[in-house]
């Protein structure tokens, strides 16, 4: 076998160690914790703008870790519960709103998720609209358990 | 993973020189010089399989010029630019009449002799072997074959990269991008890119872009296979292996044209799979074929009706291959294609207004699989070399991940669009990456099918949810909302830092801001919206599509429970059937063990319903669960139905369990029987035995119970009793 290597001695490292004994580098248990908080805010936007309000149920689930790495979340987010209306022609908009979106476990996170806005009436999955909603996560790094969060809904805007 | 594109020289070739090395030993491994088990005497290779960490060898190694691990050199991209060349549409696989095939067809497999090269393993001079390498007998002959008799044949070989001369899109050149389909396809990622070897690149006819099959209901196909690559088990290019066995992803057929993992074939054979195209449920349900929304496409516009359950109607499928221990690299290789079925509900006419149609995005030409305005998008992440050919390592069994972004494979293409309702079956043909889509605006995209099926309603969604190793997702997207002349992108958000699992999904404007240390985040479809349709959109997205089978009249014949996990054991040790990996899959409360197609874990019994719970044990992975043959509908995730997203209200055939998770399915075993497969669809896991056989054997003659094993060679396929039946099997 030809081999194209420098000089080195091979090594089996703690890591490998710790995938054979499948012992949790993190120590976080995998306990959900689930806030519900009041979101609202004007979609500002053509062909209407939309004023929205309702709640958003976020679920933080901490990922067991048995191998080293950055710790994360795994959030469901569940803004089913926002609905609007359009500030000129008063139509009702239902959100479809629903996320699962890994994380990386921080102190405080900034999470933007964009959701559809669907205008009542026969056709309205033709002429859904998109919505931002921007949380401010605090969570205990000890634990991974969300312990604060608040939001705001917006229009998006792409970068650029 | 992959170093970023600023760093030293003396770091990227200390890197090259670790790729190279490691490449030695996949070469060694696949030649079958050494063994996983003389890697670990040696001191390359963990018990668990994974490489140590050896500096000069794994891309993790404490580097020489860092004291972080040093990562892969990034695949060079030769002064290739983004978003530079147009993406090429599936390559649509000519049907004929089954007349057309030499030999002909045969319930049976074609057990007629044929030399045998010498250089196939284990043949010596003189050698004779059968011609069809399906395995012999009454056990693996077509069910069902005179009932539904094959009605076209479609042809197709495995083998080395080769120029296309024989490119057919289904479609004008001004709905693909204006690609000559009349000119040379050169076996290349990008124009700009060195063209694939023959040993680099192996997939179906040889050439690129990827192959679609179009079927429809009530019309049998018999799917004919040549395997035309390499007899020397060496000719792989570093990496892949030369016997194949096709699986269509996720086919209602008999287990014999399903692509058993143990059922594979060898260069200079072929193997006839018999898809007779049939709705679940045939022999119980509508089997008087007088429901109009149970049937296929009629070439005058009309219905052919079909015996089953209408509800039961699949639509996006795919083929690839699944050779035991190998379907990684292979499918890796190039060999994965697309399969279109049309149906009297999904016809593939938009205009056709018959109250049964649902006349979803398409074109209007001919009465059934019109793709103009319906396109195939398969995606995966590849790597290459310094000399530009593909490159591949086994070494981290979490998963391998190439650093290029390929749509179609094509480097991140532009695709030409109408100011109208496009339909895109979108496929994560990737080894180990999960994909999350979303517009660059974040436009709405509407959600029509999850894997094979058409969701009960449509789901109107900005950002897909992550998509697994195999799942389909159908969306329709309205470019009508865009002027002449704009640009859209398709984004991932889904950053990787190695095969687990996401590390993290971004926001679409971090995954835009060009920050990631992931190669493939961002931009990798440009949409270029081009000019106004001819014709009017007659094409809709209608509220209501395919509602759920009602099930609640059939009664829950098991529960099981199936447990995807590291740390598995070996229980059994035949050198062809067994595979030893640190995946594995615990059945019943019994113990994780490690993949042997011997071994029958479980076998649901003929024409029943079962309830399946699929778990995962954790430890920040994440296994997208392939169950072949049936379809399920999941009853629950984590225990909870309220946890069951909208996307997940249809059917699937492929289960993302997330980390620390658990899925609840119910599937009904019926119309054909024998063995089937339950895997990892992250191929590196399934490969590294995170695999499971199942299957129906009580249906009846030809069968037995427990059913045979085959086992192949280049001189026939031979049958052992099973290794090891699990107590909670039958």
Sequence with gaps: MKAHRRSSTPVVLSILAGILAGVPSTGIAGTPTTLVIPVAGTVDDVPESISLSGVARITSTPVVQRIPGRPRVVLSIDLRDVSGQGLSTGTTYVSTGEAYLTRLLVLSDLVEVTFALVPSGPDGILSARTALASLRLSFDLTSGGLTAASGTLSAFRPPG | MYLPRNASKARVREAENARRNRAEIVKALSHGQVSRRDLIRMGLMSAAGTLVLTNGLSPFAKSAYASIPTGAPRSPLFGVQAFTQPMPRFDVLPRKPVSALSPAPTAQANTTQQPLNPALEGVRPGDTGPIEGRPPGPIWAHQEFTRFPPAISIEATQEGAKVNTAYNPGVASAFNSGINAAAPIRPTFHPGLPDQGALALWTFNGTVPPKLMQVRYGEPVLFRHRNMLPFDVRQNGGFGRHTISIHE???????ENDGFTGAFFFPGQFYDYHYPIVLGGWRTINSAATDPRAGGPADNGGINKVAGDWRETMSSHWFHDHMFSFTSQNVYKGMAGMFNIYSALDRGSEALNDGVNLRLPSGTAKTFGNLEYDVNLMLADKAWDANGQLFFDIFNTDGFLGDVMTVNLAYKPFFEVERRKYRFRILNGAVARFFKIALSDASPMIFIANDGNLMPSPVVLTELDEQGIAERYDIVIDFSRYSIGSKVWMVNLAEHEDGTMPSRDLSITEALSGTSPDPCVGKFLEFRIVRNPAQADASQVPATMIPNPDLSAVPVARNRTFVFGDGANQTTN??????????????????????????????????????????NDGGAWDHPIHIHFEEGQILARNGSVSQVPAWEKGRKDVYRLRPDGSVTITMQFRDFGGMFMEHCHNTTHEDNAMLLRWEIDDGGAPFLRPLPTPIPTPQGVTFIPPDDILPSAF
Excluded at chain 2, 581 to 588: A, D, H, K, L, S
Excluded at chain 2, 593 to 609: M, Y
């Design chain 2, 574 to 615: 035949n050198p062809v059937t067994t595979f030893r990996g640190p995946w594995g899959i615990g059945t019943n409360g019994g113990e994780v063990l490690a993949a042997d197609f011997g071994r029958i874990s479980a076998a649901p019994r003929f024409g029943t319903r079962e309830t399946w719970t699929l778990v």
């Design chain 2, 249 to 255: 992803h996720n086919g209602h057929h008999g287990a």
